[in-house]
């Protein structure tokens, strides 16, 4: 988990990567629909991938600084072939 120096002081930063569009789309809606609003899907260039099929989607997420958060979306990205960041401004 990661507070951004800009963020509220009240809200964390999420990162969720993976490997198929389709999956972080979903997990996007399915975080939306339960009522977090802080839910974006980008496509993100990761460290020592040139190519631009290579890159992967990532799912940020905004909540409360809640542990519970970083345990769920790490499972939920392991689950979708993916992984959590837990620093993703860092």
């Given at each position: ?9 009240s809200r ?21 629909s339960e ?42 990205a392991a ?12």
């Amino acid at each position: 988990m990661c507070t951004t120096p800009d963020a509220e002081p009240s809200r964390t930063e999420h990162l969720l990567v993976l490997p198929e569009r389709e999956s972080a789309e979903e997990i996007a809606e399915d975080l939306e629909s339960e009522g977090l609003s802080e839910v974006r899907v980008v496509r993100e260039a990761l460290a020592g991938e040139d190519d631009a099929e290579d890159h992967e989607w990532a799912v940020y997420v905004r909540t409360s600084p809640d542990r519970a958060y970083a345990v769920r979306f790490a499972a939920l990205a392991a689950a979708h072939g993916g992984w959590y960041d837990p620093n993703p401004h860092g």
